[in-house]
Structures are given as C-alpha cells and as structure tokens.
C-alpha cells in the first residue's frame, strides 16, 4: 500500500458551491496528479504537481484549480461546482520506481 | 483529440480462453506504455508495461506486446480467470512525466 488516502469518499453538493478534494500521501513521493473518469473518456488529467508549490494544467483543467503547500497534501478545489463535474475523481502518486502510478480509491462527486 | 484510444468498450470471454484487449495510439513521442486494471468503487492498480525499445514483456498470465510501426498494443491474458474481471486501462507516457490514459475496455469473464 502506497499510502494514498483520498477525501471525502462521496460528496453531493449544489450547483454553484466551491468544494475541495483532499489527497493525502504518507510516502514523500514528489509528482501527484488529479484525474477524472468519466463513461466513454476514461481517466483524463486534471492538473498535476511536481513538487511544493509546482503545479501545472492537463487536458481538461477549466473551472478546477489546486494547491501544494505541503508535499504530502495535493487539493483540488472546483471553484463553483456545475453538473458536468460530476465524475469520479482520482488522485495519484508517481512510484520512485518504474513509470507507474499508483492510485487512491477515488471521490464520487454529485453536483445537483 | 485522443491520443490514447481502446476502441473496444468490452469483451465477453470464457474462462480458461485467451482474452485479447487491444491499444492504439497516435504519438510517436510515447516512451513507455502501462496497463491497469480497475475493480468497481477502487482505484486503478497497475498489471504490466513495457518500454517503446520493446515489443514483448510477459508477466505471469499477462503479456503486452508492442507494434511500434502500428501503434498500437495489445494485452493478452491466458489463460483467462473469472477475478480478471474488471475495466483495463491502456497509458502511455510522456517524457514529461504525465500519462495518458485510453477510455477502458470491460472484460468479462464467464465460466
């Protein structure tokens, strides 16, 4: 176990609320990323971090921003929530080792 | 614009046969290619990958192979085992170190 905990596990919130996805890592790993998985688009980047403070866009980055002040803590915060962010979201650790990622259990996020 | 596509949403197999998920990608830039298996309400978890410098890596049950002229991959998981159900991922790394997954294909497995 990579030691990657993801929170809350479920949410529903209201059109037009900010809310934040927490991600927290115990293993001082440096690159973690936000994904969404969505039917027919798979898993699809969100914005990334490659270390405290250092953060960067993906493919689908609008109406969501994140903060690194601490390397174990990556956030996600949808700055007003709407009904096409309801997704799945998954947050990720690069391993020291190898190419891969390994992944939190995820957040299931209903915007109504 | 996918640069990752797995054009088959799912695959029904019978248990003990081969399962055969396929991959196809658009950038050559791609350095290295993972696949991931995903359960219901977990996380993905990584099954194999193999480098662009190879055509073949063989885990166990599992094997990827690479078509670079293609572009295109190909899991092939024998023989095929009722827990192998699940959604799997196709990726493929940038040098920028982010990955781009493909839309997933579900295998089933039935005795």
């Known amino acids: 176990d990579a030691g990657i905990t993801q929170s809350p596990r479920h949410k529903v919130t209201e059109t037009g609320t900010p809310v934040t996805l927490r991600c927290h890592q115990t293993e001082n790993h440096r690159y973690m990323y936000w994904y969404r998985q969505d039917p027919g688009h798979g898993l699809r980047l969100i914005h990334y971090s490659y270390g405290v403070k250092d953060t960067d866009k993906g493919e689908v980055s609008d109406g969501y921003s994140v903060s690194r002040s601490k390397t174990e803590d990556f956030l996600l915060t949808l700055e007003s929530a709407t009904s096409s962010q309801t997704s799945v979201y998954f947050c990720a650790i690069k391993q020291v080792e190898g190419y891969g990622y390994t992944f939190g259990s995820g957040t299931r996020l209903t915007v109504v | 614009d996918q640069q990752v596509k797995q054009n088959s949403p799912s695959l029904s197999v019978q248990e003990g046969r081969i399962s055969i998920l396929n991959c196809d990608y658009t950038n050559s830039m791609f350095d290295y290619f993972l696949w991931y298996k995903k359960y219901p309400a977990e996380g993905p978890t990584f099954l194999i990958s193999?480098?662009?410098?190879?055509d073949k890596n063989e885990d166990g049950r599992f094997t990827v192979f690479l078509n670079k002229s293609a572009k295109h991959l190909s899991l092939h998981i024998v023989p095929s085992q009722p827990g192998d159900s699940a959604v799997y991922f196709c990726?493929?790394?940038?040098?920028?170190?982010?990955?781009?997954f493909g839309t997933g294909t579900r295998l089933q497995v039935f005795p």
């Open positions: 193999i480098s662009s410098i190879k």
């Open positions: 990726a493929a790394r940038l040098s920028t170190d982010k990955l781009i």
